[in-house]
């Protein structure tokens, strides 16, 4: 009997947790580039003026890594960066995940089971 009943506040418990965690996802802005990106793809905030975003985009040229580039001097950029909240370059998106700043290991990480070696 007292197995019973603790298999069955489990699963009441594990049913609440999972109501609970749908019920915070947040809602992506019309502007998020994660709406673009499905699970493999990437989109690159930049800039041309930015030396770590130069650097970044010269390491996935050489490692033909398939990306997107929104500056964010311009207009698609601009409201893509404020979608995400944030506002340093470079700002890489892969899949659903943000990477802030030139972060090799964090893009490695990312990056590697696309099948890209970049780092």
Partial sequence: MRILGFLMILGLAGGLFAWWSKARVPELHPDDPRLATGEQGIVMLAAEWCGYCRKQQGDFERAGVR????????DDGDRAMRALGTRGVPVTVIGQAVVRGYDTAALDQRLGPLGYDVY
């Fill in 67 to 74: 990306y997107r580039v929104l500056d964010i001097d311009q």
